[in-house]
Nanobody, 122 residues
Framework: EVQLQASGGGLVQAGGSLRLSCAAS????????IGWFRQAPGKAREEVSY??????LYSDSVKGRFTVFSDNANNMAYLQMSSLKPEDTGIYYC?????????????????WGEGTLVTVSS
């Protein structure tokens, strides 16, 4: 059974940093294109970042502040978030496999982990 689990959320002040982790089991994360998503209170879920092999992508709202990377040896993916803003607040999820990206929307994810809450205070 394939499982993904996001963790590492918490409360941080604006300008601070957090690193989110996505642990994979039942599959080699190096074989899985991973998407990071977030959902703010009262808003629709949005794509944040993608990592597939050596390709990484970021939404315009996080570009230059967030970095996605993976540690295949430990079957983990990470989202390093810096210069956090209150508008980064939300529940963050990792999911995969991302089989297509069209117009910035990710498609194909069969596996979703439980989210982790990030709260950025002003």
């Amino acid at each position: 059974e394939v499982q993904l689990q996001a963790s590492g959320g918490g409360l941080v002040q604006a300008g601070g940093s957090l690193r989110l982790s996505c642990a994979a089991s039942g599959i080699n994360i190096g074989d899985l294109a991973i998407g990071w998503f977030r959902q703010a209170p009262g808003k629709a879920r949005e794509e944040v970042s993608y990592i597939g092999g050596s390709t990484t992508l970021y939404s315009d709202s996080v570009k230059g502040r967030f970095t996605v990377f993976s540690d295949n040896a430990n079957n983990m993916a990470y989202l390093q978030m810096s210069s956090l803003k209150p508008e980064d607040t939300g529940i963050y999820y990792c999911a995969g496999p991302v089989s297509a990206i069209i117009g910035g929307t990710y498609f194909g994810m069969k596996y979703w982990g439980e989210g982790t809450l990030v709260t950025v205070s002003s």
